[in-house]
């Protein structure tokens, strides 16, 4: 099946520096993108939708100079925290839709563990 | 707008006992439905969906009923086990879209 890889699986920083995620999809074409945020036992909230070659849509709510999104390619998109502080610790997931014409299933990346001292 | 209301975890039983995991949902048109589950420190994976009314999802045992009059999709298995263990997410897609709306999701605890 598809395969959606995230880099760094956990991230310590210090508060004030940013952090860059990847996520990746390893065996085929994302033209769509999603990054997710994940509180401690609760439900994801979805941050954005990546789309390549264009501008982030970001949900109500979301900082978008807080939380920048690239989608350069096909297969790869970043999330990058800028200025990171404490409350911005969490689990953060993405996902790719495979935009197969029979199901447009996203596939979903094993989160990144994010500390910010 | 769109939302899913799972039950409240955690969930604990006894192993080769029966679970349901109750999910209602609220959505306009005909939207989809899933079932995504989370093992402990690793991202979601699904489980089953369906797509319209009265469609049945299944796999690994797990089933799940797309119920329109009642708008569930509660997810069921027979005779669980101990690596059953984890979190179970109800989702929906509404029709037309991308996007996902998640449940809170049920944590399932499985003892021997």
């Known amino acids: 099946g598809a395969v959606v890889s995230q880099h760094p699986s956990r991230v310590i920083c210090k508060s004030g520096t940013s952090v860059k995620i990847e996520c990746r999809s390893l065996?085929?074409?994302?033209?769509?993108m999603f990054w997710y945020r994940q509180f401690p036992k609760q439900s994801l909230m979805l941050m954005a939708t990546s789309n390549e070659g264009s501008k982030a849509t970001y949900e109500q709510g979301v900082e978008k100079d807080k939380f920048l999104i690239n989608h350069a390619s096909l297969t790869l998109s970043t999330l990058t925290v800028t200025s990171a502080h404490p409350e911005d610790s969490s689990f953060y997931i993405c996902?790719?839709?495979?935009?197969?014409?029979?199901?447009?299933?996203?596939?979903f990346g094993p989160g990144t563990r994010l500390t910010v001292l | 707008g769109d939302s899913v209301t799972q039950m409240e975890g955690p969930v604990t039983l006894s192993e080769e006992a029966f679970l349901t995991i109750n999910c209602t949902y609220t959505a306009t048109g005909y939207p989809s439905l899933f079932w995504y589950v989370q093992y402990p420190g690793e991202g979601l994976q699904l489980l089953l969906k369906a797509t319209k009314a009265d469609d049945k999802g299944s796999n690994k045992g797990f089933e799940a009923t797309y119920r329109k009059e009642t708008t569930s999709f509660h997810l069921e298995k027979g005779s669980v086990q101990v690596s059953d263990s984890a979190v179970y997410f109800c989702?929906?897609?509404?029709?037309?879209?991308?996007?996902?709306?998640f449940g809170t999701g049920t944590q399932l605890k499985v003892e021997l």
């Open positions: 065996d085929f074409q994302a033209t769509t």
């Open positions: 989702a929906l897609r509404g029709g037309g879209g991308n996007k996902l709306t």
């Open positions: 996902s790719a839709n495979s935009g197969l014409p029979t199901f447009n299933e996203q596939f």
